[in-house]
């Protein structure tokens, strides 16, 4: 009767009965036919040869030479933030914000935006995964994304247009000046607008009469279809002017 042999790697691709593996022995890379009547695992779990991963650890059963079973195991794959790059380290702040470093083979397959790179086009900020064989605890791939666009800037731009508020209403004489805001608001749909309500007195009427006043104005641009949301109410300063005031704030990417 015969001994079974196996044979133990990393599995490259596993398609239609043909089982590609990169050998521990030597290195060498194998393709191997499986018959359709071999046993396939997972995990301890039976599986199709189809659904077996790269980079999973295999483990090739022969009798006489006859593939008899396929037994892998899933690789493990932490994901996390890149920090740093140096040589063939790579430190990662992973998903329980806890420091990682890894060392990475030359062997190791490399992929930003899955095409293949060098481990030094990853660098901070990345998004990256890192995929070990269970069985040799080896990193044997690097997949990384580019790193997110830092958020926009925002520009605050005070405006030279003053609003003056008597027993609640905009006065006519401000309209110019708070149609031109307006404007500005409908132009650039991302900007939002600071209202903030000034006063020549100094008591706390003052300054409440001053945040009513700014209210106001912030209530007239919503009726203009200005939305609330991009409208803040804030109280300007003491002993200056009797008028609402404005800071724009706009994106700059």
């Given amino acids: 009767m015969s001994t079974p042999t196996t044979e133990a790697g990393v599995l490259v691709s596993a398609r239609d009965g043909k089982l590609k593996m990169t050998l521990d022995a030597n290195g060498q890379t194998v393709t191997i036919d499986v018959p359709a009547d071999a046993s396939t695992s997972l995990d301890g779990n039976k599986a199709d040869l189809n659904a077996l991963p790269e980079f999973a650890d295999v483990v090739v059963e022969k009798l006489a030479d006859k593939v008899v079973a ?93 609003v003056v508020v008597k027993d609640g209403e905009v006065t006519r004489a401000s309209e110019p000046d708070l149609e031109a805001v307006l404007k500005m608001l409908k132009d650039d749909p991302r900007a939002t607008l600071e209202i903030k309500g000034h006063t020549k007195g100094r008591t706390d009427d003052d300054k409440k009469l001053a945040v009513e006043r700014a209210e106001v104005v912030r209530d007239w641009l919503v009726s203009q279809g200005i939305a609330k949301g991009r409208l803040t109410v804030e109280f300007g300063e003491l002993g200056t002017i009797s008028a609402v005031k404005f800071v724009l704030v706009t994106k700059r990417e």
């Fill in 70 to 162: 396929v037994r892998a195991q899933k690789p493990r794959e932490e994901q996390g933030t890149v920090e740093l790059v140096a040589g063939r380290k790579l430190s990662m702040a992973n998903e329980r914000k806890q420091t990682v470093s890894v060392e990475v083979p030359t062997t190791a397959k490399v992929s930003v935006d899955d095409k293949p790179a060098e481990l030094s086009a990853i660098v901070k900020g990345m998004k990256v995964t890192v995929v070990t064989r269970k069985g040799a605890d080896v990193v044997v791939a690097v997949r990384a994304g580019k790193a997110p666009p830092p958020p926009p800037q925002l520009v605050k731009t005070p405006l030279d247009y003053e």
